[in-house]
Every structure is written in C-alpha cells, then in structure tokens.
T-cell receptor, first 112, second 114 residues
Framework: SQKIEQNSEALNIQEGKTATLTCNYT??????LQWYRQDPGRGPVFLLL?????KEKRKERLKVTFDTTLKQSLFHITASQPADSATYLC???????????FGAGTILRVKS | KAGVTQTPRYLIKTRGQQVTLSCSPI?????VSWYQQTPGQGLQFLFE???????NKGNFPGRFSGRQFSNSRSEMNVSTLELGDSALYLC?????????????FGPGTRLTVL
C-alpha cells in the first residue's frame, strides 16, 4: 500500500542547533516533493519544493534533500529559533491524478 | 494580494444535519482543492475543482460534495453529518492547478458535530 511516513514523535531541540526532519514514502514515484509549515489553528504554508532530478534545495536557513533511491526527503533547519516551532508537513504528487498527498507531519519544538 | 478566505471559521452542528463551507481563492487562481484534517488521519484530500469542473476526487463517501462557480469560488457540502466528520476543513488554491504548484491554504473551517 502507499504510505508517507514522517517522524511520529515530536522533535525537541535546543535553539541554535540544526533540526532534521524525515519524510519516507512507499509505493509512490513522485516527480515533486513539497514541504509546508503549519501553526496551530492555521492552514499550512508552503516552504520549499524539490524536483526528482534535484538532490538538494536551499532557502535561507532551510535545506531539503530528495533521494529517490532511498525514497526519502530530509528537511533541515539550521540555527533553529523558538519561532521555528511548528508542525512540518511533507507532500508529494501522485503519479496519476495531479494532486498532492500529505504526510501526517512532525511537530518541532525549539527551546531557548 | 488578498489571501484565501474561508467562511465560516467555526461551525457547530448536530448529527444528521448538513453543512456548506465556502472558499474564496486568491484572485487569478482557478484551482481549488479541499482537505479534511483530523489529529488521527492528518490532511486527507477531498476533491479538486478547476474551471468549474471536478478534476480529482479523494476516497470520501458521497455525502461529501462540492462545486465551483465561474468566479472560482468554491463550496463544499456535507450531508447527514456524523460525529466522525468533526475536523478542520481546509481549502487550498493554486494558479495553474498542477500538482507541483505551490498551494495557498486558507485558515480553515473548524466543524464540530455533536
């Protein structure tokens, strides 16, 4: 069956450290993978998109990697701040249907 | 540019009732997707409309329906509400309606079914 798995437990890290979140998928062949941030009571906000032929993408303190062999994407936040505390969702496109499928999300808590 | 708006923000209904939620996309966006978000299931895709046509549908029962108007505004309807329909309903819009387009989400409608 098709699955998208993100760290099921919350990730707690100290301010200034690098947070690394994982997104693994099974039985998908996505051409694109996206990461979103969601704060409590709000809709998700787009952060980054990476294509299957890209190994790495960066935006300010954010970095995403995409390994289609391992079927995994890693999302890094360097020099993390308490304001980075949120739920982070990965999403990938289905081969058919032109739509996004989301993982359950990982809660990140950055403590000062 | 105004963002995606959803109305109402909160709703309380009882089992068996029906409900209609509304989503107004960003100006120029023609694709509107609807999602249900619950703590147990995460974000689940309901359906997507593009230029007034339903293009994609998720695995939800027929009690969930939607439509899109010529101005791209969209509504979703849930009939014969069940307790399990309690959730945050989010709409997301894109300009091109392609899977790799950045999705702009609204703030959601929190539906509680008693």
């Amino acid at each position: 069956s098709q699955k998208i798995e993100q760290n099921s437990e919350a990730l707690n890290i100290q301010e200034g450290k690098t947070a690394t979140l994982t997104c693994n998928y099974t039985n998908y062949s996505p051409a694109y993978l996206q990461w979103y941030r969601q704060d409590p009571g709000r809709g998700p906000v787009f952060l980054l998109l990476i294509r299957e032929n890209e190994k790495e993408k960066r935006k300010e303190r954010l970095k995403v990697t995409f390994d289609t062999t391992l079927k995994q994407s890693l999302f890094h936040i360097t020099a993390s701040q308490p304001a980075d505390s949120a739920t982070y969702l990965c999403a990938l496109d289905q081969e058919y249907g032109n739509k996004l499928v989301f993982g359950a999300g990982t809660i990140l808590r950055v403590k000062s | 540019k105004a963002g995606v708006t959803q109305t109402p923000r909160y709703l309380i209904k009882t089992r068996g009732q029906q409900v209609t939620l509304s989503c107004s996309p960003i100006s120029g966006h023609r694709s509107v997707s609807w999602y249900q978000q619950t703590p147990g299931q995460g974000l689940q895709f309901l359906f997507e409309y593009f230029s007034e046509t339903q293009r994609n549908k998720g695995n939800f029962p027929g009690r969930f329906s939607g439509r899109q108007f010529s101005n791209s505004r969209s509504e979703m309807n849930v009939s014969t509400l069940e307790l399990g329909d309690s959730a945050l309903y989010l709409c997301a819009t894109t300009s091109g309606g392609r899977a790799f387009d950045e999705q702009f989400f609204g703030p959601g409608t929190r539906l509680t079914v008693l």
